[in-house]
């Protein structure tokens, strides 16, 4: 079993940022996801296990940032410029090949941490 765990989400106004943290077992390539109530889980971001190559929806592009810390085995979502239509639960996922694929490659996730965007 993988353990992954989700940290940093809270209730933000509108153009501030939060930080997700996901703290992993193991470098693994991590996925990001969100899931806002009634809406089907997306893709947010992910970063591969090997360098820093990351991927982005266009949604957020230009507005979120994830990057890795390979000594603390946790893979960060950095969000600037939040907006309403950000707010969802927001999970890390493990790709179980190692790289950013379909969603249905994603074998362990995290238990989620509320983002909530205010007006």
């Known amino acids: 079993q993988v353990q992954l765990v989700e940290s940093g989400g809270g209730l933000v106004q509108a153009g501030t940022s939060l930080r997700l943290s996901c703290e992993a077992p193991?470098?693994?390539?991590i996925g990001w996801f969100r899931q806002a109530p009634g809406k089907e889980r997306e893709f947010v971001a992910g970063i591969r296990r090997t360098g820093s190559s990351a991927s982005y929806a266009n949604s957020v592009k230009g507005r979120f940032t994830v990057a890795r810390d390979d000594a603390k085995n946790t893979v960060y979502l950095q969000m600037n410029s939040l907006k309403p239509e950000d707010t969802a639960v927001y999970y890390c996922a493990r790709n179980q090949f190692g790289r950013l694929g379909p969603m249905s490659e994603y074998d362990y996730w995290g238990q989620g941490t509320q983002v909530t965007v205010s007006s």
């Open positions: 193991s470098r693994y390539t």
